[in-house]
């Protein structure tokens, strides 16, 4: 059987190559952690949209 980790929701955004493609891993209130698998042009995507709404 795998070992089991516990899951918080503590520390900061992580952003992490993992094969082809990018692993988004962001802190939720109340714990946990929401996971998206992204590709590099969903990630520049991602940036530009941020970017235009923040300014």
Known sequence: ???MKPRTGDGPLEVTKEGRGL???VPLEGGGRL???LS?????DL???LAEVTG
């Open 23 to 25: 692993v988004m891993r």
């Open 47 to 49: 940036g530009a949209a």
């Open 1 to 3: 059987m795998a070992a």
């Open 35 to 37: 996971v998206v698998e």
């Open 40 to 44: 590099a042009d969903e990630a520049k």
